[in-house]
């Protein structure tokens, strides 16, 4: 499995990006995918979920700025109103087979990319 992401880089506060995370190898019938961030000394925390059903959840912080959306092949996270503190290194990730409800918690995922940074300033 490869998840690889892009579509990262330098905004000003209020702007938008929209990240992508090309997925190959990855064929469960039934799974979660995500998107979280890691800012310098910060844990990493999750962003946004997906899952088989299309059913979405997000995290408090990004909730009504930041959609998630699934294509062929593809994970996007569609960014607006961007905030300075919205800076990090993103990922996405990807479950092994899995029937629960979106999920947040990073230790339900199995497959991670190697991040793509966004700097709001």
């Known amino acids: 499995v490869q998840l690889v992401e892009s579509g990262g880089g330098s905004v000003q506060d209020g702007g938008s990006l929209r990240l992508s995370c090309l997925v190959s190898?990855?064929?469960?019938?039934?799974?979660?995918m995500g998107w979280f961030r890691q800012a310098p000394g910060k844990e990493r925390e999750g962003v946004a979920s997906i899952d088989s059903d299309d059913s979405t959840s997000y995290a408090s912080s990004v909730r009504g700025r930041f959609t998630i959306s699934k294509g062929k092949n593809t994970l996007y996270l569609e960014m607006n109103s961007l905030k300075p503190e919205d800076s990090a290194t993103y990922c996405c990730a990807a479950t092994r087979e899995y029937g629960g409800q979106p999920n947040l918690s990073r230790d339900e995922y199995t497959f991670w990319g190697q991040g793509t940074q966004v700097t709001v300033s």
């Open positions: 190898g990855y064929t469960p019938s039934r799974s979660c």
